[in-house]
């Protein structure tokens, strides 16, 4: 399942980030690694943006980038 498939107040753990090693670094660098849990606390009306929570942090994502990261719901 893709980070961009779940709906608000959803919680799930990172299994796997595909894309490339440039924006891996920037989501790494926001705690977005393998086996973090994240909550998605928001999206966008027009679906094309979301803020997930991590440990507290909120981060705000594209859908595009969302759809680059696969999750398991928990």
């Known amino acids: 399942m ?3 498939n779940l ?7 990172i299994i796997q980030i595909n894309c490339t090693d440039e924006l891996k670094q920037r989501f790494y660098s926001f705690g977005l690694i393998k086996g973090t ?13 979301m803020a997930v ?7 705000a994502l594209r859908i ?3 759809e680059q990261i696969e999750v398991e719901a928990l």
Do not use: F, H, K, P
Request: no cysteine; proline share 0%.
């Open 37 to 49: 849990t994240i909550i998605v606390d928001e999206i966008s009306l027009a679906r094309n943006t």
């Open 2 to 4: 893709l980070l961009s």
């Open 7 to 13: 709906d608000i107040s959803q919680e799930a753990q």
């Open 53 to 59: 929570n991590i440990d507290g942090t909120e981060i």
């Open 64 to 66: 595009e980038e969302a």
